[in-house]
């Protein structure tokens, strides 16, 4: 059972750019989450969607967009890149058809982003 | 606003040497209480949900429990496997499903 995928793996970009983050559900979750994880920092939350609908956000900017596929699957798009954008993103993805029990995310390996 | 404080920020062990970990937290309303290890680059491992106060659960060299206001991750004769960040999480009972709010994170360092 494959768990939580992300790609591309690391990234490197210049200021200004733009930048679009892929990221594959744990099989049988329909919830995904993004997080930005600076060095030596815990994740902070960026958004979630669920339904292909983004349903929470965080204290992000609007350039930070994202959009979910009938197939769970998840994209994060950052416009007009900053050097302060430079973190490991990570998606975890969990499940809202437990009843309300069980709501643990899983992460995905992340993907490094270097903004030069 | 939610928030979680973790102690010490970083803590080193002779191998063998047990210890806890401290996380405090304050959430409106507490869903549950998540703790994760995470490698260096990687993404974090999901180790424990903590629900309710007087809860404990136990996983191998790893125990967790948690009160009302704080949970500790009890580690029994460390190996130097066992270094890593441990970071501590909440998520609160409003809506389904929603975000966590994490600490910083302790590093571990375990010596042979």
């Known amino acids: 059972d494959a768990g939580v995928t992300q790609s591309p793996t690391h990234l490197i970009k210049t200021r200004g750019q733009q930048v679009t983050l892929r990221c594959s559900p744990k099989?049988?979750?329909?919830?995904v989450s993004w997080y930005q994880q600076a060095l030596g920092q815990g994740p902070q939350f960026i958004f979630q969607?669920?339904?292909?609908?983004?349903?929470q956000r965080g204290n992000f900017p609007d350039r930070f967009s994202g959009h979910q596929f009938p197939n769970y699957s998840s994209e994060l798009n950052v416009n007009a890149l900053l050097l302060g954008d430079s973190a490991l993103y990570l998606c975890?993805?969990?499940?809202?058809?437990?009843?309300?029990?069980?709501?643990?995310?899983?992460f995905g390996p992340g993907t490094r982003l270097t903004v030069l | 606003e939610d928030q979680v404080t973790q102690s010490p920020e970083a803590l080193r062990l002779q191998e063998g040497e047990s210890s806890s970990l401290n996380c405090s937290y304050t959430?409106?309303?507490?869903?549950?209480l998540f703790w994760y290890r995470q490698d260096p680059g990687k993404g974090p491992e999901f180790l424990f949900t903590?629900?309710?106060a007087g809860e404990e659960k136990e996983k191998e060299r790893l125990k967790a429990t948690l009160t009302k206001k704080e949970s500790f991750l009890h580690i029994t004769a460390p190996k130097p496997e066992d270094s890593a960040t441990y970071l501590c999480?909440?998520?609160?009972?409003?809506?389904?499903?929603?975000?966590?709010?994490f600490g910083k994170g302790i590093t571990l360092s375990v010596r042979p």
């Open positions: 975890a993805s969990s499940s809202d058809q437990t009843g309300g029990l069980d709501h643990t995310q899983y």
């Open positions: 099989s049988g979750h329909d919830t």
């Open positions: 969607y669920y339904e292909e609908e983004e349903r």
């Open positions: 959430v409106s309303g507490l869903r549950g």
């Open positions: 903590l629900y309710s």
């Open positions: 999480a909440v998520q609160a009972r409003t809506g389904a499903n929603s975000k966590l709010t």
